[in-house]
Nanobody
Framework: VQLQASGGGLVQAGDSLRLSCAAS????????MGWFRQNPGKEREFVSA????????DYTDSVRGRFTISADNAKNTVYLQMNSLKPEDTAVYYC????????????????????WGQGTLVTVSS
């Protein structure tokens, strides 16, 4: 599975951005899609996840209510709509996919994902 993330950019606090992650290749082997983010010198942290089949979603507390994850199965694409952006949302955002279906805290672990995209930079100025 190959993942291509896009949609990052420079915005001001309070603005919105929509990230996209297009999956290609053996997409039938993908069960869960996740978004993570990372800043230099820090660990990659979980942002959100969605299951392809049932539309289950999860968010980290700091983005809940501001970010919305969605999936377009026909396009093999997952979106992360980010509203009311804050400077602390600044990071490189990565999409990832997991082959085996699972749900719960396991999805917040970097090691739970099998394939990763290249990352897209989001910068929020104050």
């Amino acid at each position: 599975v190959q993942l291509q993330a896009s949609g990052g950019g420079l915005v001001q606090a309070g603005d919105s951005l929509r990230l996209s992650c297009a999956a290609s290749g053996r997409t039938f082997s993908s069960s869960v899609m996740g978004w993570f983010r990372q800043n230099p010198g820090k660990e990659r942290e979980f942002v959100s996840a969605i299951s392809w089949s049932g539309g289950n979603t999860d968010y980290t507390d700091s983005v809940r209510g501001r970010f919305t994850i969605s999936a377009d199965n026909a396009k093999n694409t997952v979106y992360l709509q980010m509203n009311s952006l804050k400077p602390e949302d600044t990071a490189v955002y990565y999409c990832a996919t997991r082959r085996l279906m699972a749900w719960g805290p396991i999805l917040k672990r970097v090691s739970s994902y099998d394939y990763w995209g290249q990352g897209t930079l989001v910068t929020v100025s104050s």
